[in-house]
């Protein structure tokens, strides 16, 4: 069983209660998601009144740019609200793969092109096209809580490959983690939760991998446009013919366009694998939100000056975090350069009395600053690493002040 501490008790992640016998085996095998556990919590927190600034969340602040949300009142009132085919309208398919040519140099048709409910579900479909029961998924760690138990679901082995010190692929580590077993490796950059973004020349060696050992590449770039410093996003795909229909590429609108409730995301490769998830998709949910869909559309089509303005607001505010944390004593952070989190160390404070109580882990660390600074982050333990807390800094600058001001009134309390 696995357990996350939050405000004085246990939530537990599994997916049903200690002593039921009348659900399926497979609901014993694959845990709740420790982010929406975590963000239910707090949730039930402010219900009761207490004021809880949420660090915790991977959601952009911002609402919805005003000509996404104008295309979606037109196809309301032009009656666009019937059922469409399962792999998307064309306009938006379309949209998607001049996207992806233009943005990625990666050259799809609309037909190598599906659209999901979200990034989230193409992941999942994906790895259900691919993956048969006793495959191998390697996965490079710290890693998106969700992306061990979809491998789960579709039967197949999660295997943890860790990263560097500094987040970043290990090519020889996961070159000893491949076996006969290995179907596919899943990324994610930039990352979550650590903010990193993968070098071109990693990814170049990986994909050289992918063809040397015939597994596939599911990548996992939903946070392709939120980058900073110079540093530049690579899609793996482009590498070569070779790479590119060993390679699955996940992308959506939730976090470039601030779109998170709309729900639609997308998966882009070769023909086969593209009808297969799609072929999966009309027995599970079958087509998305057509009103989502021309918004979706519009957003690629449209201006792209909020998506700007959204980046250098969130640079302005991973420099502030960033300097904030590191001159916390014995707090260090290496520095992001994508997405909105980043994945300090706070090893140094296990031992320690908060409260009455002594932190042994992140997860006892994450509980303090709920209960003693009503901040929220999220234990490292639910990205499978140790003596970590991801802190997200999608929230104003007035929230961001208020809480590491208190976080840092608590860690001074601490003996």
């Given at each position: 069983?696995?357990?996350?501490?939050?405000?004085?008790?246990?939530?537990?992640?599994?997916?049903?209660?200690?002593?039921?016998?009348?659900?399926?085996?497979?609901?014993?095998?694959?845990?709740?998601?420790?982010?929406?556990?975590?963000?239910?919590?707090?949730?039930?927190?402010?219900?009761?009144?207490?004021?809880?600034?949420?660090?915790?969340?991977?959601?952009?602040?911002?609402?919805?740019p005003d000509y996404i949300r104008i295309a979606a009142i037109k196809a309301i009132t032009d009656g666009f609200t019937k059922y469409t085919p399962t792999n998307?309208?064309?306009?938006?398919?379309?949209?998607?793969?001049?996207?992806?040519?233009?943005?990625n140099s990666l050259d799809y048709s609309a037909d190598e092109v599906t659209v999901c409910n979200g990034a989230k579900q193409a992941i999942a479909q994906a790895l259900m096209v691919v993956c048969d029961p006793g495959d191998e998924v390697l996965i490079p760690v710290p890693c998106w809580v969700s992306y061990t138990e979809?491998?789960?679901?579709?039967?197949?082995?999660?295997?943890?490959?860790?990263?560097?010190?500094?987040?970043?692929?290990?090519?020889?580590?996961?070159?000893?983690?491949?076996?006969?077993?290995?179907?596919?490796?899943?990324?994610?950059t930039p990352n979550n939760p650590s903010g990193a973004v993968y070098s071109r020349e990693s990814l170049r060696a990986l994909g050289e991998l992918a063809v040397k050992h015939d597994f596939f590449i599911i990548v996992d770039e939903i946070y392709e446009k939120l980058i900073y410093d110079g540093y530049e996003h690579f899609s793996v795909a482009s590498v070569s013919d070779e790479v590119k229909s060993r390679t699955i590429t996940i992308n959506g609108f939730s976090k470039a366009y601030a779109m998170t409730g709309w729900r639609v995301g997308y998966a882009a490769g070769r023909s086969d694998v593209i009808k297969g998830i799609t072929k999966y998709q009309t027995?599970?949910?079958?087509?998305?939100?057509?009103i989502a869909q021309k918004a979706a559309a519009a957003a690629l089509l449209g201006?792209?000056?909020?998506?700007?303005?959204?980046?250098?607001?969130?640079?302005?505010?991973?420099?502030?975090?960033?300097?904030?944390?590191?001159?916390?004593?014995?707090?260090?952070?290496?520095?992001?350069?994508g997405a909105f989190y980043m994945l300090p160390d706070v090893s140094s404070y296990f031992g320690k009395n908060c409260g009455g109580k002594i932190i042994s882990n992140a997860?006892?660390?994450?509980?303090?600053?709920?209960?003693?600074?009503?901040?929220?982050?999220?234990?490292?333990?639910?990205?499978?690493?140790?003596?970590?807390?991801?802190?997200?800094?999608?929230?104003?600058?007035?929230?961001?002040?208020t809480a590491l001001d208190s976080m840092e009134s608590v860690l001074a309390e601490m003996r």
């Amino acid at each position: 069983m696995r357990y996350i501490y939050m405000g004085q008790k246990f939530l537990l992640l599994e997916g049903f209660p200690l002593g039921t016998h009348n659900l399926a085996v497979r609901m014993s095998q694959f845990e709740a998601s420790a982010s929406a556990t975590i963000s239910a919590h707090v949730a039930q927190l402010r219900r009761e009144g207490k004021k809880i600034i949420s660090l915790n969340v991977g959601e952009p602040d911002f609402t919805s740019p005003d000509y996404i949300r104008i295309a979606a009142i037109k196809a309301i009132t032009d009656g666009f609200t019937k059922y469409t085919p399962t792999n998307g309208i064309l306009e938006l398919r379309e949209a998607i793969a001049a996207k992806l040519k233009n943005d990625n140099s990666l050259d799809y048709s609309a037909d190598e092109v599906t659209v999901c409910n979200g990034a989230k579900q193409a992941i999942a479909q994906a790895l259900m096209v691919v993956c048969d029961p006793g495959d191998e998924v390697l996965i490079p760690v710290p890693c998106w809580v969700s992306y061990t138990e979809m491998v789960k679901l579709a039967g197949a082995k999660p295997v943890l490959v860790p990263c560097t010190a500094e987040y970043l692929l290990d090519l020889d580590a996961i070159e000893r983690a491949i076996t006969p077993k290995t179907k596919a490796i899943v990324i994610n950059t930039p990352n979550n939760p650590s903010g990193a973004v993968y070098s071109r020349e990693s990814l170049r060696a990986l994909g050289e991998l992918a063809v040397k050992h015939d597994f596939f590449i599911i990548v996992d770039e939903i946070y392709e446009k939120l980058i900073y410093d110079g540093y530049e996003h690579f899609s793996v795909a482009s590498v070569s013919d070779e790479v590119k229909s060993r390679t699955i590429t996940i992308n959506g609108f939730s976090k470039a366009y601030a779109m998170t409730g709309w729900r639609v995301g997308y998966a882009a490769g070769r023909s086969d694998v593209i009808k297969g998830i799609t072929k999966y998709q009309t027995q599970m949910t079958s087509s998305i939100n057509s009103i989502a869909q021309k918004a979706a559309a519009a957003a690629l089509l449209g201006p792209q000056d909020d998506l700007a303005r959204m980046v250098e607001v969130f640079k302005a505010r991973r420099d502030y975090v960033y300097s904030r944390l590191n001159a916390m004593p014995g707090i260090s952070c290496p520095e992001p350069h994508g997405a909105f989190y980043m994945l300090p160390d706070v090893s140094s404070y296990f031992g320690k009395n908060c409260g009455g109580k002594i932190i042994s882990n992140a997860v006892d660390f994450t509980a303090c600053l709920l209960d003693r600074a009503l901040i929220s982050v999220v234990p490292g333990e639910a990205y499978f690493i140790d003596g970590k807390v991801r802190v997200s800094y999608s929230n104003s600058m007035e929230n961001l002040k208020t809480a590491l001001d208190s976080m840092e009134s608590v860690l001074a309390e601490m003996r």
